[in-house]
């Protein structure tokens, strides 16, 4: 399953920064209106988009399926959290145009390891649940944090 992954990552990293798609899905993550104004065609980017989404979401379903041995509709229900703090610890803005390929793999790497090292000391799921919780919201929470501090100093008259 690692050889598929990569070779995925490494797909994508170039599609992100390399091609004028990948610095379209940016503009259109800052601002759709900019994008649409400076020539890119949000209709038509989301849509292929959406397509992308929908067949690295079949492929993982079919290597769950692979792993587990189980196709039923309720597998993988609670791994939303995980994800989405995955990839809010990686440096992705919640509110789009930021992020990228590496810090989301290094932070997917981060909560597994987290979650890993918990369950080896007999932490229950629920506490795993909730540490995953605490860093979802650290990971929300300190951008905004910083860029409120960042203001307040450059503000500050000299001396």
């Given at each position: 399953?690692?050889?598929?992954?990569?070779?995925?990552?490494?797909?994508?990293?170039?599609?992100?920064?390399?091609?004028?798609?990948?610095?379209?899905?940016?503009?259109?993550?800052?601002?759709?209106?900019?994008?649409?104004?400076?020539?890119i065609d949000v209709g038509r980017t989301k849509l292929w988009l959406f397509v992308a989404a929908?067949?690295?979401?079949?492929?993982?379903?079919?290597?769950?399926?692979?792993?587990?041995?189980?196709?039923?509709?309720?597998?993988?229900?609670?791994?939303?959290?995980?994800?989405?703090?995955?990839?809010?610890?990686?440096?992705?803005?919640?509110?789009?145009?930021?992020?990228?390929?590496?810090?989301?793999?290094?932070?997917?790497?981060?909560?597994?390891?987290?979650?890993?090292?918990?369950?080896?000391?007999?932490?229950?799921?629920?506490?795993?649940?909730?540490?995953?919780?605490?860093?979802?919201?650290?990971?929300?929470?300190?951008?905004?944090?910083?860029g409120w501090a960042r203001g307040r100093l450059a503000s500050r008259p000299p001396g």
């Amino acid at each position: 399953m690692v050889l598929p992954l990569l070779v995925l990552v490494a797909v994508t990293a170039v599609v992100l920064h390399a091609t004028p798609i990948g610095r379209s899905l940016y503009a259109m993550g800052n601002s759709e209106d900019a994008a649409r104004f400076s020539g890119i065609d949000v209709g038509r980017t989301k849509l292929w988009l959406f397509v992308a989404a929908g067949v690295v979401s079949a492929l993982g379903g079919v290597y769950w399926t692979l792993r587990y041995g189980s196709a039923r509709a309720d597998n993988a229900t609670g791994v939303e959290l995980q994800v989405i703090a995955a990839i809010l610890l990686g440096g992705v803005s919640i509110f789009g145009g930021s992020g990228g390929l590496l810090g989301v793999m290094a932070g997917a790497l981060l909560l597994a390891s987290v979650r890993n090292a918990l369950q080896l000391v007999n932490v229950p799921s629920d506490v795993l649940n909730i540490v995953t919780g605490v860093l979802l919201i650290v990971a929300v929470v300190a951008p905004q944090v910083t860029g409120w501090a960042r203001g307040r100093l450059a503000s500050r008259p000299p001396g």
